[in-house]
Every structure is written in structure tokens, then in C-alpha cells.
């Protein structure tokens, strides 16, 4: 059984047309008072704090890019059109751009946040035939790819996100996405026989 | 150099971390210059220049909210507040205190009012000891809002959005008759129960000088009653539950029974039993002086301590017996089994839902440990819906139906200053009132507006809409009455008319839905209310709100 909330609260991401509307209004008022986003503000810091976090190597670069992800997000609001998406895809996408930016800027290394369960998951999608592999020679694959598939690569196994959340941030349809990530497993899966 | 550093089952970022850098205040201080209302020109000056814009721009958006109560005046209120029947209005609760101390003051609708010491001051901003009043007066529904005259529309520049309320009320008080203001730093918390277990709702203050409602707090859902109803509901779910299923009894040789083929469906506690049989408790009751006589009707009905009442029935005459559910030994021993196994599964289910809501309990009062603040914890939790996510999990419908009707829920206003104040959710009202009102495609229909014979047009002085499931009214001004910009119909339940002479008139229900809003031109035949309607209670069940 799920309530009904006026707070987008459904899984992780989920969010209904419902309240995707209850959401228009909030922007809507954000977008001639800036006090008025307070509610977007609490209610995604969180989210955005955790994804950034995922994809930096510190807490304190973390929250550097939350604070920016959100100013900019502010910032830009008044510019901001609704297309029936939930208004976190569009703080997601300043989010990715602000760590973007970051290691443009500092001309760092990047991060690849990982965890047992995504990289078993990945094992277990490649399509059949694959060589057996281990890890690290995964990993050594993944980092070949094209940064936007390796952020789908991420979000959908290390990040545990549905398919309708990654096609809402990336701003593709859910099926464009499945046959992304398909074709990115063939990829992965070619680097090994290719070899 | 690779492209990336792996790194493998890092743990995330904690809730206090992250509760520790959110600070919405911090933030949005840090951006006020990037106003929309100042022109980038403005912007462009920079430095020095920069910090004084900056510095107007607060000065004027702090303007309304930050204005001196004191300066508030009751004109101005009653300028903006306007009672449509000034005659039916909702008169306030007085209650006197004395003297300074903490004080908990208890309404008769559940609702409480929290005053902490040494929380007022007089207009001289000097201490205020008891006895001095508080003026305390509620608006739940549409009805209240109706006869409040509090207008149930926010604007915001230039928008206007409408209300849905989950409860609104108004606090003031006086000492010696002179008005009493809140003093600096002091926080009075007004509870109201509601029935609406949604976490939509923010608070919102009626500024009356700005003539708008100003955004106060997000979310208004108590958490602190809301665990302690869910307490309670446990409580009664663990026992009443275990309670339900009765034991039959072997049967009593020496006892008269009956077999009574009784709907399953109305006695759930006996379902499980394959052929249940209902002895007569009195030794000296034969079961022929049931049988041997030919009834038109028979019915069983529930009494206390596992007890059935069997009633015979033909025309005038009746016969009851009180008896008890039994089985014969050999049914007992095979169905016992099925009853210990039922019970057992039930208890896991119901100890399953207490250790659940125990760690539910534990979650905050950890939060509570680390936080030093769990009211804070559990708020934000409540605030971005995470503690209903939770509920959902171990409470089910019913068991929020309980909690909403027994007023276990509140919501709560930690007020800084007296006045109006709303439990609301904002609706848009193109989508609320798509089919009764499009101010986008409004199409030029005349309205008129007919008592008997009579058009009142002319001595209108405001009209309202009103719809049964929304809590909230739609007030249309005058202007709109005669160029009513209706388009497809009506889902509004009521018309409500109030003219200049404070004469009322409705037209409701079927009447109002038959009305055809594609037509040219539109009459609205309204109907006054009975004389005898002469209080806000009869007015309210007249109408049937």
C-alpha cells in the first residue's frame, strides 16, 4: 500500500504525473520569489549530495558541487520549461556538468565508485559468450568507453537507477536507453574477444 | 595516467553529513543577488554597489514578512478578512491565564496551544504577566472558510493560485483589552488535528498589509503524534487481532446444541471452523423448544465473552437463546490444529508489525542520539516524505484511517507572531477548475441571476464556488459574476451568492449540474435559505457540508 504524499517520495527517484504538477507549481513560484525554493531545495539536496558524491573522490569537493549544483540550478531557474520530466532529471544534468567542469578545471583524475553488487550485475548482463573475466579487466574495459556511456554504465549498475529515471536524466526515451546499454554491453563484451 | 581511480564499496555519505551542509537560510542568503527583480544593469555595478543592491533587495522582500506586528492593525484585517454574513461568524475561544508559567492550553476539538513562559510583551515591548487572554478560533472546511471571509488565494506576483486546506486557524491575544504582541525570540506551537495523513501541506501566515498569504514552513505534519498514534494503533492491532478469533468449546454431552447455517462472511471468527454447532449455555433449554415449533426466521447475532445470541422468529413471536460456538470432539481435534496454526501465523504478523514500528522508533531516537535533535530529525524526515515511505511499509489503510479518525494526527505551527494561519497545499486552478473555469479560453457568457422573478445581479456582492471533496472555496469576485467564464460544464457542487444586503442564496447539487455551461447564455435560479436558518450550524447542515 502506498499513501498519498505531496512529496515526491516513491523509491529512489519515482515520481508521478500528479506530482510532477504539485512540482510545476512549486517552480512556478520558485521562479518570482527565490525564498519559495526552499521546498526543491530540501527535498533533492540529499539525491544531488549522493550523486555527486559518487562521481568525486572527497565529501568536501562533494558538498562544493551540491552548493553549486544548486546555486546554478537557482541561478537558471527562471529559464526553466517544464517538459513533463520531474524536476530533479534537470538538477541531475547540472550536477553531471558541474563535475564535468571540475575535472576540466582541476585536471584530475576521475572517479569510478564501484561496488561489488553493480559489478556482478554487469558480469551477469554481458551477453553470452563473453570470456570470463575478472574485475579488474572490466573496469580496464569500462574505461574505454565514451564518458555518457560510462554514465549509464554507472547509474544503472552502481547507482542502482530504473530505466525511466536514467531516459529522464539523460532526456532520451526508456527504450532508446535499454538499446544504449545494450549496445554498451556488446562493447564491453567485444573489447575481451577482440583481444 | 588512467581516466579514473576505482574505488570499490565505498560507504555513501551519512544523514548527519548531509543534514550538516543543508541549510536552505545559508543558502539562499548566498543567493540574493540573483534576483529576478533587479535588472542585470543594477548588477553590473558590482563591488560596494553590489552589497547595497543586495541589501535593498532584502530589505524589500523581508518587508511584509518582517514588518513589526505591532504596526499590524485591526482595520487592515478587517479590511482584507471580510465575513460575507456577518451575522453567522465563528466566534473565537477565550481562555484567561495567569500567571507566566509554561502553559498548555486544551481545546475541545483536540487542537492545543503551547505558550512558554514569558512570551508576551504590550505595544511598549515590556514584559506581559497574567492574566491576559488568548483569542483562539478554527476554520476546518470549506463551510468555516466560507463564513471566515478569509480569502483562499494565493498570489504570487501576479498569479494566483487557490488553496486546498488541511485546517486553518487564528490566534490573538489581548491583556486588559489592549492587544498583546509575542516577544522577541519566543515561539507559541498551535497542533491541529487533522484527518489528512498527506505531508502536502505547508504553513502559511495571512499577511495582512501585504494582503497575501506568506509562506512560513514546509510541511506541517507532527511526527511526534504521529509515532505515538502509531503506538497506540499497535497496541490495539496486537490485542483486538488475537482477540477475534474464538475458541470453540468441545461440546457438552449434556447440553442441547443447534447447527444453524450462518453466513460465514458476518462472523469471520468463526469461518475457520468446519462444522461449528451453538450449544445453549442453560441446562435447562431443549433444543426442541426451537425445533419442535416452525419459524418463519432465524438469526444469530455477537454478545460478549465469545457469546451468540440465536433468535427464532415468527410474526409477533420470538425466542432467543444465548448459546456458545462448539464442536464435536472428533471435529475439534482436526480443526484444533488449523486454529493453533492461524493463531500462530497472526501472531507473527502482528509481532512482525511491532518489531517493525520498534525499529522505526529506534531509527529516530538514533537520529535523536546523533542529531541532539530529534524532533529536527524526524521533521525533515516527515518533510521529504521518507517517514510515510516508511509507514507505508508497516501501517495499512485502515490502520491510517484509524489513526486520522481517533485525531492521533496534527499538524503543527511554531507561530512568531499572532494572526491568520493555513495548513495549505496549492492547486492550480486551471487544473482544478478545468471544467468549471478557464481563464485562459474564457468565452463571454452572460450570467444571470434569478430569486423567483426577481434578477439580483445588481445586488451581488460576492459569490462563491464550493466543492464537496475539495477543501478549499473559490471565491469570484463580482466582475466575474456577470461575465461568469465558464466553458464546459461544472464539477462544483455549489453556487453560494451573498448580496450587498447580506441576503444568501445557493443553488446546489443536481440543480446546479444540470445547468448547461455551453450555453450563450446562462440563469442561475438560486434559492434563499429557510428562515429558520439562522445559525452557522444550521447553515452548515442545510447545505449539507
Known sequence: ?195 | MKRFKIIKNREALSSQEINKQMDFGKFITAHTPVNSFLSAKIWLLGGAGAITVAAIAFAVMTMTNGEDPKKLSKESTRAFVAPPLPKMTIEPNTNTISGNADTVINYASGAKVFIPANSFVDKDNKPVTGPYTIHFREFRDQFDQLLSGIPMEYDSAGTKYQFESAGMFEIDGTKDGEKIFIAEGKEIAVDMPSTDLNNKFNVYYLDTVAKNWSYDKNNSLNSRTLIAGIDSLLHQKYHTGVKSIVVPKEADPNLDNLVIDFNKDEFPELAIFKGIKFEFIDRKTKASEGVNNTWEDVSVSRKEKGRYLVEFTKGDVSKSFITVPVLEKAELEKTFAEYDHIRIRRMAKLKNISDSITNLRGKYEKEHELSKNANEAITKMVSEGKFLSALNDYVDLESVKLLTRSGTITRTALIRRFGIYNFDAMASLSTLWEDVIKREVKKTIVAHYYFGNKRIESEIDNAYLIKRDFNGIFKLDWKEIFDFPVTSGSNADILIVVTKNKQFYYIKDEEFKAIDFNAKDIAFNLKGAPVTVKTPGALREFLEL
Open chain 1, 1 to 195: 500500500m502506498l499513501l498519498t504524499t505531496g512529496i515526491i517520495e516513491t523509491g529512489y527517484f519515482h515520481i508521478e504525473r500528479t506530482d510532477i504538477k504539485a512540482e510545476e507549481v512549486e517552480i512556478s513560484l520558485a521562479q518570482k520569489d527565490p525564498k519559495a525554493f526552499e521546498p526543491l531545495y530540501l527535498r533533492y539536496f540529499e539525491r544531488i549530495s549522493h550523486y555527486v558524491y559518487h562521481r568525486v573522490e572527497s565529501k568536501e569537493i562533494a558538498f562544493d558541487l551540491t552548493a553549486n549544483t544548486f546555486y546554478n540550478a537557482l541561478s537558471k531557474l527562471s529559464s526553466y520549461k517544464s517538459k513533463g520530466l520531474p524536476f530533479s532529471a534537470w538538477l541531475y544534468r547540472i550536477a553531471f556538468n558541474e563535475v564535468q567542469q571540475h575535472y576540466r578545471g582541476t585536471k584530475t583524475q576521475g572517479v569510478l565508485n564501484t561496488n561489488n553488487k553493480g559489478v556482478s550485475e554487469i558480469m551477469d548482463s554481458l551477453p553470452e559468450n563473453s570470456y570470463p573475466i575478472n574485475d579488474e579487466q572490466l573496469f580496464e574495459a569500462i574505461e574505454q568507453l565514451k564518458e555518457q556511456e560510462i554514465e549509464l554504465i554507472n547509474m544503472r549498475f552502481f547507482e542502482n537507477r530504473s530505466f525511466k529515471e536514467i531516459a529522464d536524466i539523460l532526456t532520451i526515451g526508456e527504450s532508446a536507453c535499454k538499446m544504449k546499454l545494450y549496445r554498451i554491453l556488446e562493447k564491453i563484451k567485444n573489447s575481451f574477444t577482440d583481444k
